[in-house]
Every structure is written in structure tokens, then in C-alpha cells.
């Protein structure tokens, strides 16, 4: 495969300027812009049909944008896609093989098309790091779903890109697989690689990510570090254990939305620090008689800002959000 020469002085990884995606009368896309520097671990998140796979696969080619401009390592990926194609690598959500080649030669075809045939030995270091090395002579149908999807990553980062982009990496698969693709992600992050991660489990984007970007509704909502957006957030979650079981949630607790666990063993409820229900809890808490063995209060995580920015209405959010939400 021909080296396509990274551009110095540096340029963004990945550059993204008022990209706008029209389906027909639907617009899926509306103006994106996004720059992530190289060595970045960025999280793109959104609820189901908000744009983030549309923006996936302008970047990768797979979509034409309909305005804007989209930049790899300064490469455009329309006009210079030899060169953008050679530097990214992708994980689509869909299981996508030839179900009678084995493991082993589904990775030599994939190094084939890039023009790879002194790789055999990341090829094995693929495969061992995967956990695919006792599977290399099965075909792809004799495999689980977890090892199709490790299968996957082996493919996306079988020519070593420069971007790796992960689009739903570790939907359907189990707690252990998780971990260890979790462990692989830190691991290229690490050596350089610049990796996009899209995904519905927020804990996997606030554990990995170091910047997020959540889109809506075709825009961005927020584009911040994760640890900003989660000051911003005023709200705070509290848990309260008791040593006993109770049967009924107080009224006092109930109307500032407390909830009562199945085996009225937890209460837990969101409170705002900045209008006076903590101050309101405490007030209840000293009224009742509840036997309390734990009061735990823990600052906003990612689910809540996530939760807060996308709750409906959220069209023009982005042109109204706080500081550190995109405009």
C-alpha cells in the first residue's frame, strides 16, 4: 500500500465544517461542524435517529454530503478518497461478511484491498489481542456474535489507520467482551491513534472519552470535555439506604420525585443544588423517621447531561445551550 504522507505542520484528524445532509424532504443533518485534533478519544453521542451514523458515513464515504466540507488529516474525502480511505478505519454497526471464508482469510482479503502482504505479523497480534487466534480457521457463520464483532475491529485496523472509528463497537455483546474491547481502544489511543467512538452506553463514553460531542436532531447540542458538560449540570443524585424495608415512599419524598426501590430497601431522586431542594430533602428527612444506615450524594454523570440536552423539545438547542454547547 502507497504511505499517504500526513501533512506537517499538523492539521486536525478529522476536520468537520457545515456538513448538512438532506434525505428528500428530510434533513438528517443540518450544519455540523467539529474539529478533533490527532491522539484524540472522541465520544459522539445522540439518540437513535439523530444523525450520528449519517455523519459516520460522510466521513467514511459511504454517504455524500449534500453541503459543507469534510477533511482527513486535510484530505477531502470526496475529491482525495484514496488518501482518506488509507488513513480511516471503521467499525459499522451492521455484522457485515462472507459468511465461508475463515477468520484468517477474511483478514488477508481486507489487507488485500489496501495493498498489504508484508503484514502477517500485526495480522497475528491482531488476532492474539482479539482473542481470535483459536478461531482463525473457522469460517465467519461457525462464529458467535461477540467474536463476529471482534472479527470486525481486526478488519477496521488491519492497515494500522491513522483514525479508527467505532461506530456502535460493543452494541449486543457481553459485559467481558466490553472490557476487553474497552482495553483495545486504550491501547491504540495510546500508541497514537486518533478513535471516534459512537455509542448508547453512556458509562463506556464517560469511562474512555476524553471530549464528547452529542448530536440531536441533526446538530449538536453539546461539544465540550466530558468533565465540563458535567459541571454544568446543577443536578445531583442522591441514595439513601435503609435498614429496613419500607413499605410506602413518604409524602414529603414523593413530591420532590423520590423513588422507592422494589424491596423498599433504596430511595433514590435528583435534586438541584441551585434551588434549594437538597435544603428541601434535608428539611423532609428530619421530619420522618426513616431508618437510614447511608446518604450518599453524587455529582452528575454523563447519562444525566445526555438526558438533560436531549429531552424534548430539543430543535435549536444548539443556538441556546450553556457555555461549552455547541452553537
Known amino acids: 500500500m502507497k504511505t ?6 499538523p492539521v486536525p484528524a478529522l476536520e468537520v465544517r457545515s456538513v448538512s445532509k438532506n434525505y428528500g424532504a428530510v434533513r438528517a443533518l443540518d450544519g455540523i461542524t467539529l474539529s478533533i485534533p490527532r491522539g484524540e478519544l472522541f465520544g459522539l453521542l445522540g439518540p437513535n435517529g439523530a444523525g450520528k451514523s449519517t455523519l459516520i458515513n460522510i466521513i467514511t464515504g459511504l454517504v455524500r454530503r449534500t453541503s459543507g466540507d469534510v ?3 486535510g484530505y477531502d474525502v470526496e475529491r482525495d ?12 454497526q451492521e455484522l457485515i461478511y462472507d459468511h465461508f471464508f475463515t477468520v484468517r482469510q477474511t483478514l488477508k482479503i481486507q489487507s488485500g484491498y489496501y495493498g498489504l502482504t508484508g503484514n502477517a505479523a500485526w495480522v497475528e ?4 489481542r482479539l482473542e481470535l487466534k483459536e478461531h482463525e480457521n473457522k469460517t465467519i457463520r461457525e462464529l458467535s456474535g461477540g467474536m463476529k464483532r471482534r472479527l470486525l ?6 492497515h494500522r489507520p491513522a483514525i479508527l472509528i467505532l461506530d456502535e463497537p460493543t452494541a449486543g455483546v457481553d459485559v467481558a467482551l466490553r472490557r476487553s474491547l474497552w482495553n483495545l481502544v486504550r491501547q491504540v489511543h495510546a500508541q497514537g491513534t486518533t478513535v471516534v467512538l459512537t455509542t448508547h452506553y453512556l458509562d463506556e463514553a464517560e469511562e474512555l472519552c476524553e ?3 452529542i448530536i440531536n436532531h441533526g446538530v449538536f447540542v453539546a461539544l465540550d470535555r466530558k468533565e465540563t458538560l458535567m459541571q454544568q449540570i446543577h443536578n445531583r443524585r442522591v441514595t439513601m439506604e435503609l ?7 413518604p409524602e414529603d419524598l414523593a413530591s420532590l420525585g423520590a423513588t422507592l426501590s422494589e424491596d423498599g430497601r433504596r430511595i433514590t431522586l435528583l435534586v438541584d443544588r441551585s434551588d434549594g431542594s437538597l435544603q428541601s430533602l434535608v428539611a423532609a428527612l428530619g421530619r420522618e423517621s426513616l431508618p437510614l444506615v447511608d446518604f450518599q450524594v453524587a455529582g452528575a454523570g454523563l447519562e444525566d447531561v445526555f438526558l438533560e440536552l436531549t429531552a424534548e423539545p430539543s430543535r435549536g438547542a444548539g443556538s441556546r445551550g450553556p457555555a461549552g454547547v455547541a452553537r
Not at 499517504?4 to 505542520?9: K, Q, T
Not at 478518497?81 to 459499522?92: D, E, F, H, K, Q
Not at 435498614?243 to 415512599?249: F, T
Request: hydrophobic content about 50%.
Open 211 to 213: 471530549r464528547v460531542g
Open 81 to 92: 478518497y484514496r488518501a482518506t480511505r488509507s488513513l480511516l478505519g471503521a467499525v459499522p
Open 71 to 73: 477533511k482527513v488529516f
Open 125 to 128: 497480534e491482531l488476532l492474539e
Open 243 to 249: 435498614g429496613a424495608r419500607v413499605e410506602r415512599l
Open 153 to 158: 475491529v481486526a478488519k477496521a485496523m488491519v
Open 4 to 9: 499517504i504522507p500526513i501533512p506537517d505542520p
